[in-house]
């Protein structure tokens, strides 16, 4: 059985695994200073996006040359030396969650994302915001000015 989530620790049972949009999250989020940062942060998510797009291809037609391929460039991606410590960060976080975002190989019918799912609770999850600000006194920070 594999559990599929954003990387939420109470998800963290049985085979696990992880989100490609909420993976990515960290390097989306780094704010770089120089040029050379600009340019590190724009090549990493490049290339990460490179690599799901490959992981998309590989579950329409699955083959161990493909799996080989994909999972190289991944451990090459999260090696890379940026030069920029937000980005190192975030690379090595990545490495941290290598089986988790690469699972899909070992089992091409799971998904990459959860962003169905997450759209499917959305509404259930605003009302719930907006229900608990007003019980605690706080309707005005919700509706825009």
């Known amino acids: 059985m594999t559990i599929f989530s954003d990387g939420a620790p109470q998800f ?27 340019q590190a942060q724009f090549w990493c998510r490049t290339w990460f996006w490179a690599i799901y797009r490959d ?28 030069g920029c410590k937000p ?7 990545l490495a941290k969650i290598e089986k988790e975002l690469l699972e899909v190989l070992n089992d091409p019918s799971l998904p990459l994302h959860n962003n169905l799912s997450e759209s499917q609770i959305r509404v259930h999850v605003k009302r719930r915001k907006i229900s608990e600000a007003m019980q605690g006194g706080k309707v005005a920070t919700l509706l825009p000015a």
């Open 87 to 93: 980005i190192q960060d975030a690379l090595e976080g």
């Open 55 to 82: 992981l998309k291809a590989f579950k329409a037609a699955p083959s161990e040359e493909k799996s080989e391929q994909i999972m190289a460039d991944f451990h090459a991606l999260v090696r890379t030396d940026t």
């Open 12 to 38: 963290n049972i049985f085979n696990h695994a992880q989100c490609w949009f909420h993976a990515e999250r960290p390097l989306y989020k780094v704010i770089p200073v120089t040029e050379q940062q600009v």
